[in-house]
């Protein structure tokens, strides 16, 4: 890159980190100012734009805060006091932002609940909140019942578009309720008290290697959040912002509201994702923004063509994940003209930006700004998951190109604040410490990434997804990566599985085909495309890929299942025999678990 590039690039970065920081500037852990100040300093601002839009209706600022106001004097008539929870368990509509907004201007927190969930998993989120009351809506109250015999507190349940048949002494309608509450905001003093520090929201964690964890967020992260995008994406009051994320998790709920409604802009939701409607509706809603989560985006790259999805208004797509396989096709196929990747995790104190658009980077931090941004990269020993130390206690700091653990320096300002989760001990747990000086403390992201000499970060694959095999690491987002190009398959997930005997851990993939599967084509575009310690050793054929609610996969449940064919359903192969794979027999499972077959 020659030095006018290298200038430009430097600048268009200091740029978009000068958006972002002048955003965030004014907030201060001691500060008094929330994030329901922000959101009335907007709607002061903003009152007659259309702030929301739904599948049923489109509210202004005015009308989206008087909603607000209605369900903070509910909550207070109801007894709620200043730190206690509610509970909301609702798809994505105009009510859900007022929900928790209004409980905010009143200093009660909300903690936002996966719709996905049932059972013992949403009982066990209802739990760690501590809240007593919960809301929902009409499509979700019913696993909120289902999974109350499971909840040792006595759960009052409220519920939008409730029926009076369907009302008990424990579930009553929440409609009336609310309509009939002031529309006049709460006093501030219905909040007095409550600094930065204290918290704003519960949102989870995805969930995909065991139970959700409640991460708390106080208000100066979802400020940070909000305001954040609210500068780096240079949306403007005449931007239409498309948001079919859940709005249960940071990236739908706070960093794609705070760009829309802290700008003045219209924020589209839509209650899920749909590939076939989605160009369509971007079309219709003359949407000029989007918030992506990567397997969005790649959901939308194996569609077949639609006449719409070049037919849009676009100017930017903001959000996280995206896959280096899936964006150039992405951007260039669809016609987005740029891309702000970001990288962040809810509970986390570790962001980058990609202020650039260089595709397949989670952002860049420039030599000359090193020292200014908390985020280090330290060498990792996979078999023992945790960072290499030296002969001093120490940890080792990696060189350029070389994979090691995202670590985040925890401080005592907005930008490098660690608040964990409500489980104290799981908070402790993503703390390190001793790591580059005697009791220095660093936040643990749990992700291994490396960069490069221009400063970019790629990430590489979340601690535990990666193994060893044959005395090497295996990336499972790499191999992925590489696989989901092979003929007839549709969707591959990548995992490590034990065998018997062998040290470390065997590849294995299960796949989504498409149509008939050809074991004989996947073993040739495997050995073409991977070295042979990351070559698949078992295939599993799958109907469906089971995902959370931002669309990551569940691979705890694949890897508990294992190999042995009796244990799972659908077609298992082993490697070997004339067409790469073979059929997983009784003999072919007694000849690996004894080791006669070599993997």
């Avoid at 794609?256 to 409604?261: E, P, S, T």
């Avoid at 130390?389 to 700091?397: E, I």
């Avoid at 000086?437 to 992201?445: A, C, E, L, N, Y």
Wanted: with cysteine; hydrophobic share 40%.
């Amino acid at each position: 890159m020659g030095l006018m590039a290298n200038i430009k690039r430097d600048l268009r970065f200091v740029s978009g980190l000068r958006r972002l920081l002048n955003r965030i500037k004014p907030i201060t852990l001691d500060s008094t100012v929330l994030v329901s100040d922000d959101f009335e300093e907007a709607v002061d601002k903003y009152a007659d734009n259309i702030a929301i839009e739904d599948e049923q209706r489109s509210l202004t600022y005015r009308d989206l805060d008087a909603l607000a106001n209605r369900y903070g004097h509910w909550a207070k008539g109801r007894g709620l006091r200043r730190g206690e929870v509610i509970a909301l368990v609702m798809t994505n509509r105009a009510e859900y932002l007022a929900a928790w907004l209004g409980f905010a201007k009143v200093g009660i927190a909300t903690a936002l609940i996966n719709t996905n969930l049932g059972g013992q998993a949403l009982a066990h989120c209802l739990a760690i909140s501590g809240a007593f009351n919960v809301v929902a809506d009409e499509d979700c109250w019913r696993q909120v019942e289902e999974a109350r015999p499971f909840v040792k507190q006595n759960l009052m349940l409220w519920v939008l578009g409730l029926k009076g048949e369907e009302e008990t002494s424990e579930r009553r309608g929440l409609d009336n309720a609310v309509r009939g509450g002031s529309s006049v905001r709460p006093a501030p003093s219905a909040r007095a008290g409550l600094t930065n520090r204290d918290t704003a929201l519960f949102i989870y964690t995805s969930g995909t290697t065991g139970l959700p964890k409640a991460a708390r967020i106080p208000h100066s992260r979802a400020r940070t959040y909000m305001r954040a995008f609210a500068g780096c994406t240079e949306s403007t009051a005449q931007d239409r912002i498309y948001n079919c994320l859940p709005l249960y998790h940071s990236t739908g709920g706070l960093v794609g509201v705070g760009a829309a409604l802290l700008n003045g802009a219209r924020l589209v939701v839509r209650k899920k994702f749909s590939a076939s409607h989605f160009w369509p509706d971007v079309r219709a809603s003359g949407a000029t923004m989007f918030v992506y989560i990567g397997e969005l985006c790649r959901y939308l790259v194996n569609c077949p063509p639609h006449e719409d999805e070049r037919a849009h208004k676009l100017r930017l797509a903001f959000g996280n994940g995206l896959r280096p396989d899936v964006w150039t096709e992405f951007q260039s196929r669809f016609a987005v003209p740029r891309i702000l990747e970001f990288y962040g995790s809810t509970e986390g104190n570790v962001s980058l930006f990609n202020f650039d658009g260089k595709a397949g980077s989670i952002g860049r931090v420039p030599k000359f700004l090193k020292s200014k941004i908390n985020i280090r990269l330290v060498r990792f020993d996979v078999d023992e998951e945790a960072p290499v130390r030296g002969s001093d206690g120490l940890c080792q700091p990696v060189s350029v190109g070389e994979i090691g653990e995202a670590i985040g320096m925890i401080g005592d300002d907005i930008r490098h604040d660690f608040t964990g989760y409500a489980d104290k001990a799981a908070s402790q747990k993503k703390i390190l410490t001793d790591v580059f000086k005697r009791g220095d403390r660093w936040f643990r992201t749990g992700d291994l990434m490396r960069q490069d000499a221009e400063g970019y970060f790629y990430f590489v694959d979340r601690i535990g997804d990666t193994f060893r095999w044959k005395g090497e690491n295996v990336s499972t987002s790499e191999v992925e990566q590489r696989l989901a190009e092979a003929p007839g398959v549709a969707e591959i997930i990548a995992y490590g599985v034990p065998v018997p005997g062998q040290d470390g851990k065997a590849g294995m993939v299960a796949i989504v085909p498409e149509g008939r599967f050809n074991a004989k084509a996947f073993a040739d575009f495997a050995e073409q495309s991977l070295p042979v310690y990351a070559r698949p050793a078992f295939v599993r054929l799958i109907k469906a890929v089971d995902t959370t609610g931002t669309f990551k996969y569940r691979k705890v449940d694949l890897v508990s299942d294992g190999y042995d064919p009796d244990k799972v359903d659908g077609q298992v192969y082993v490697r070997g025999g004339k067409s790469g794979y073979q059929k997983m027999t009784p003999t072919a499972l007694a000849a690996v678990q004894s080791g006669e077959m070599r993997l």
